[in-house]
């Protein structure tokens, strides 16, 4: 029997066996470095967690859209506003490429600016 869009993935010489799949190739992942501040970039929600969202921006490591990062209006339950595998255009806020991780953002950028901004006096508060 024929099986169309087999691909391998891997071979096992010393055992004998050979590792197939059927899915579809998935895309080069970007390194986070090459990702520039500031972007929007358009993903994939891979995660929903009480405090925000992992989106796959196609890089090597999902980006943290924070709960207040997704829209202006007070989020009560995240999983009313998104969900897995909706597309949304986010923002690139910050990188860490030794952590690997990313920040990002679906608010416009003086909605940010001002968030940076508050956060800041509330640390000087403290």
């Known amino acids: 029997a024929k099986v169309r869009g087999?691909?391998?993935?891997?071979?096992?010489?010393?055992?004998?066996?050979?590792?197939?799949?059927?899915?579809?190739?998935?895309?080069?992942?970007?390194k986070i470095?090459?990702?520039p501040l500031g972007v929007e970039i358009e993903g994939t929600v891979a995660n929903v967690l009480a405090y925000g969202a992992f989106v796959d921006v196609g890089a090597d490591a999902n980006a943290l859209l924070h709960i207040s990062r997704i829209s202006q209006k007070k989020v009560g339950n995240i999983r009313d506003v998104?969900?897995?595998?909706?597309?949304?255009?986010?923002?690139?806020?910050?990188?860490?490429?030794?952590?690997?991780?990313?920040?990002?953002s679906m608010l416009d950028k003086d909605?940010?600016?001002?968030?940076?901004?508050?956060?800041?006096?509330?640390?000087?508060?403290?």
């Open 6 to 30: 087999l691909r391998v993935i891997n071979i096992n010489y010393a055992k004998g066996e050979v590792g197939v799949s059927l899915r579809k190739k998935r895309t080069d992942r970007k």
């Open 33 to 35: 470095a090459d990702i």
């Open 82 to 104: 998104i969900s897995e595998g909706e597309k949304v255009t986010v923002r690139i806020l910050s990188k860490d490429v030794k952590k690997k991780t990313m920040a990002a």
């Open 111 to 126: 909605a940010d600016e001002y968030l940076d901004m508050r956060s800041k006096q509330m640390r000087k508060m403290k």
